[in-house]
């Protein structure tokens, strides 16, 4: 197996302030890495460094052979082939179900019209929301919406799925839903997936590895029953009595 | 010396003519100010996060250009009053002309100088309103856009367009009603739109009650109606 994500010596800083501390990091193709850690920690930029959401200010990333920052004109190649999920869902709300699905194949995949569509249509029937299609996100539950939007960011074939804490802004009894069609991809399709989050039962159940990160840094990593179970820093401790008792 | 309402009657004619004059001036001022006013709106904010991402290398100075360029467009013509920047056109400009280049007879018609003046006065105003609306843009969409991969063009078009036109629509409702009003500032150069026509009957028969009624009613009729046409564009478009 071969690396699709690697970070060498990878830095970010925001004016003054340095959020990540040189990550390494090698991601092989059809992995489930899960990031944890607390708030602050630097996880989500850490995966909005990968699809260039946030330019890297040190160090070599290399996704998919293109190289940042000596390839920074290759963005879009690197965005094509990762996909990212939000944790607002961020549907285009002038655009119905089927619309925001197929608005990548058409646009950035350069698809015609009804191609585009019927890969819509599958995906909305993959993620159970066949019957839905012609609703605007405004008419949808968020945990419909973030189903929409996963459908979405398939759409476009990537070889590599980023979800930012994809069921933090869902209600309790939506999660479910939305973890159950990240768990199907996850299984079926084979498809490589850093999933920051805090549903540990998640983590455990689909994750290759497990990584938590805090202060800027990854401080422990591996696999997620054995890093949960066996924790050797104090603050993944501290961490984990944190999230078991919510 | 009652309320005849035989003037009115006798002084519509005239008063229609300087109504389809003052339509005509709209017209083009509120085209030719939204194609000003998109280039010169986006222009301000070219090459910030409101349009994707910074760019980089020769695209980042290129874009400082831009921005500056538009800027001082907008702030000049906001910070000068329209009259005077009509009979700076009408009058002045000409001279200017003579006095760099040897063209000695240039002179710019009346209704050119009030077309021109209009459509760069409402394209300043309608490039803050463009600014406005695409700032207010969730950037969450438009990082939701860019991670599918699509081109910045593609982003202005389909994500960052429709949005931003649909809040876009009550501020450049008030501006095309401001041009339309601005029209009767063109008095000044003569060109004989509808306030000029009523003050021409005025100083032939001193009806000033009939004749500016008159006049007030025609205007009304026309801000209503561009009011009415731009709440029909409001609804048609998806509630969102």
């Known amino acids: 197996m071969s690396n699709i994500i690697e970070l060498k010596n990878v830095c970010k800083s925001f004016g003054d302030t340095e959020v990540l501390h040189n990550i390494d990091l090698s991601i092989q193709e059809g992995e489930v890495v899960v990031v944890i850690g607390p708030s602050g920690s630097g996880k989500s930029t850490l995966i909005r460094c990968i699809n260039c959401l946030e330019m890297i200010s040190s160090g070599e990333l290399v996704v998919d052979t293109v190289r940042i920052p000596e390839e920074r004109g290759r963005v879009r190649q690197i965005r094509l082939e990762v996909g990212m999920v939000f944790q607002q869902f961020n549907l285009f709300p002038h655009m119905t179900a089927i619309g925001n699905v197929a608005f990548g194949p058409a646009k950035a995949r350069k698809m015609g019209k009804t191609k585009a569509e019927n890969i819509a249509r599958e995906l909305l029937d993959r993620v159970g929301l066949a019957d839905f299609e012609n609703k605007l996100p405004g008419q949808l539950s968020g945990g419909q919406q973030q189903r929409v939007a996963i459908a979405r960011a398939l759409a476009v074939s990537p070889k590599v799925l980023l979800f930012d804490e994809p069921t933090s802004a869902l209600d309790p009894e939506m999660i479910g839903e939305v973890l159950d069609v990240m768990k199907s991809i996850a299984k079926d399709s084979g498809m490589t997936m850093v999933v920051v989050t805090h549903e540990m039962g998640f983590a455990a159940q689909v994750g290759d590895r497990l990584i938590f990160m805090d202060d800027g840094r990854i401080v422990e990593a591996g696999k997620p029953e054995e890093v949960m179970k066996n924790p050797k820093s104090e603050r993944l401790k501290d961490f984990l009595g944190h999230v078991k008792h919510h | ?240």
Not at chain 2, 112 to 132: D, K, L, P, Q, S
Not at chain 2, 136 to 155: D, H, P, W
Not at chain 2, 171 to 186: E, H, V
Request: with cysteine.
């Open chain 2, 1 to 240: 010396m009652g309320f005849e309402f035989s003037v009115i009657t006798e002084s519509l004619p005239a008063l229609f003519e300087g109504a389809k004059l003052t339509w005509f001036i709209t017209i083009i001022g509120i085209v030719g100010g939204m194609i000003c006013g998109i280039l010169a709106g986006l222009g301000r904010i070219a090459g910030t996060e409101a349009l994707g991402e910074e760019p980089h290398g020769i695209f980042k100075s290129i874009s400082v250009v831009i921005r500056y360029v538009s800027g001082g467009y907008v702030e000049t013509i906001r910070g000068t009053p329209i009259i005077v920047q009509a009979m700076f056109l009408y009058f002045a400009f000409p001279m200017l002309v003579k006095a760099v280049t040897d063209i000695e007879r240039f002179r710019i018609e009346a209704l050119t100088a009030a077309v021109i003046t209009i459509v760069f006065n409402a394209g300043a105003y309608i490039a803050e309103i463009v600014r406005g609306s695409v700032i207010s843009v969730n950037k969450g969409l438009l990082e939701a856009g860019m991670s599918l991969g699509i081109s910045r063009f593609q982003l202005i078009v389909h994500v960052i367009g429709p949005i931003a036109f649909r809040r876009m629509i009550p501020p450049l409702g008030n501006q095309f009603i401001i041009s339309l009003k601005d029209t009767s500032l063109f008095i000044v150069i003569g060109v004989g739109e509808l306030t000029r026509q009523g003050q021409e009957i005025m100083a032939s028969n001193f009806r000033a009650l009939e004749i500016w009624l008159t006049v007030a009613v025609m205007y009304l009729i026309m801000t209503t109606v561009l009011a009415m046409s731009l709440r029909q564009i409001e609804r048609k478009m998806k509630i969102f």
